[in-house]
């Protein structure tokens, strides 16, 4: 089994829900050396240091400087997405029906919806708890099957098979017990609270609260199947989320991988956004100044006796951004859903993704500067299209670069079943992807000094 296949399948079942992947990622960077930065406090940054900070427990930028680094100089930047399709429990979840209690739930972001039913599954996310006078934000994880969407049976919706029609509304509510169930193990039948009692219950005992110190809550839904290598022999992953979490993990171990290179004189940078599933317009998305605040901040703070507008103006036009989300291989039941010439492997390499409506940021300049630094260094790549019958969904990759001004590629490795409960990559494109995100890291400026004319 490859190591960093093993290695993902921790990261992803540590992380049932975007906060938990931000803790993944937070607790790796402060084993490794980084220290955690204050937005709200003035930053003392140092060449040669290891930085980061987070926001809203869902989105988190790091960033190690050069040990040789010089006013003006660029940043590596590799974007990825912390949030993945799924439900949320409503403000009011209560729902009784038929004598079964119910959890209302919203549908986030646009799931495959169809592959939630029959599944077991259980809730993950964070809870706001009254401790004294104060209150804490603490993230739970039930890692027991508490929750069940069951299908129709086919006898009585003989149709489902040709026509499956979901009603979001009324068809995607999970069963949590029976009353009479409920009634017996004590919970109150009149009950006009915003929640089920249970529910409440189950999280004060998660927490090692009391019921009553529970303020409020943003719960996801999630599979409790962990993640798996599969296939007879061994070749693929098997898991939630993997759109976008790998990207989210190859970028981390790449990040830490290089981030002790004595001879860099750039700034490598690794954010991990929340909200992309739903367009990304929040505080904590990728059409958040996020990116632009951490260039002018470092760049500034570095900028020693020069003017420092001027130098965060040179940052920006020196810098690069990856935009790593992930992309469409083929399908061997489906193949005519890609163009002819463009059908990645999932077992191939990253995948340049190109769109000349700007769904991607790719421009010939930045695909260049990616294949230069894998041709250096043998990793595989391959490049996508979508069709032009075909409508082409969109990333982080044009929204950061139309707000920051910063060169960007959009790729990303190559998957089956995007928007799955259960998703499906292959195991030996997530080396190449790591491959790849530390070349990045570590070979930047030596290519980017070659293309210098290409960027006036």
Not at 220 to 249: K, M, W, Y
Not at 313 to 321: N, P, V
Request: include cysteine.
């Amino acid at each position: 089994m490859s190591a960093a296949a093993k290695k993902f399948l921790d990261f992803s079942n540590s992380s049932p829900s975007h906060f938990h992947c931000v803790a993944t990622i937070k607790a790796a960077l402060l084993a490794s050396g980084y220290k955690e930065l204050n937005e709200n406090i003035s930053w003392e940054i140092t060449k040669g240091g290891k930085y980061f900070y987070t926001r809203n427990q869902s989105t988190i930028a790091a960033f190690a400087v050069g040990k040789n680094y010089k006013p003006g100089n660029g940043f590596a930047l590799v974007g990825a997405h912390t949030d993945s399709p799924n439900f949320v429990i409503k403000p009011v979840s209560a729902v009784k029906k038929e004598g079964y209690l119910q959890v209302g739930v919203q549908t986030y972001g646009g799931g495959l919806w169809h592959t939630w039913f029959d599944r077991d599954l259980t809730i993950a996310g964070r809870v706001i708890v009254k401790e004294d006078e104060t209150f804490a934000s603490k993230l739970v994880h039930v890692k027991r099957s508490v929750l069940r969407i069951p299908s129709l049976c086919i006898h009585l919706g003989r149709d489902q098979n040709d026509k499956l029609m979901i009603n979001k509304e009324t068809h995607l509510t999970p069963v949590m017990a029976t009353e009479i169930q409920d009634q017996l193990a004590g919970n109150n039948k009149d009950s006009k609270e915003d929640h089920h009692p249970a529910l409440v219950n189950l999280l004060a005992k998660e927490l090692n609260a009391k019921a009553e110190d529970i303020q409020t809550f943003e719960l996801s839904v999630c599979d409790t199947q962990p993640a798996a290598i599969g296939g007879v022999h061994s070749e693929f992953v098997f898991a939630p989320r993997l759109d976008n979490q790998l990207s989210c993990f190859m970028g981390l171990e790449a990040l830490l991988a290089s981030s002790d290179d004595n001879a860099a004189d750039h700034v490598r940078v690794l954010v991990c956004f929340d909200n992309e599933e739903v367009g990304s317009t929040s505080a904590h998305g990728a059409a958040s100044p996020i990116v632009s605040e951490l260039v002018s901040r470092v760049s500034r703070g570095l900028a020693g006796d020069e003017d420092r507008a001027e130098v965060e103006q040179r940052a920006i036009r020196l810098s690069y951004m990856i935009s790593a989300d992930m992309a469409h291989a083929v399908h061997p039941n489906y193949a005519s859903k890609h163009e002819d010439r463009h059908k990645p492997s999932i077992t191939g390499g990253p995948v340049i993704k190109y769109n000349a409506n700007q769904r991607y940021a790719t421009t010939s300049v930045t695909a260049f500067v990616l294949k230069e630094l894998a041709k250096r260094n043998n990793i595989p790549l391959q490049e996508f299209v979508v069709r032009n019958d075909s409508a082409c969904g969109s990333t982080i990759g044009p929204i950061m670069s139309a707000n920051t001004g910063i060169r960007t590629v959009d790729i990303g490795n190559p998957q089956l079943a995007m928007h799955s409960v259960r998703e499906m990559c292959g195991v030996t494109a997530i080396q190449h992807g790591i491959d790849l995100f530390q070349s990045f890291y570590s070979n930047y400026h030596s290519v980017n000094d070659s293309v210098k004319d290409m960027i006036k």
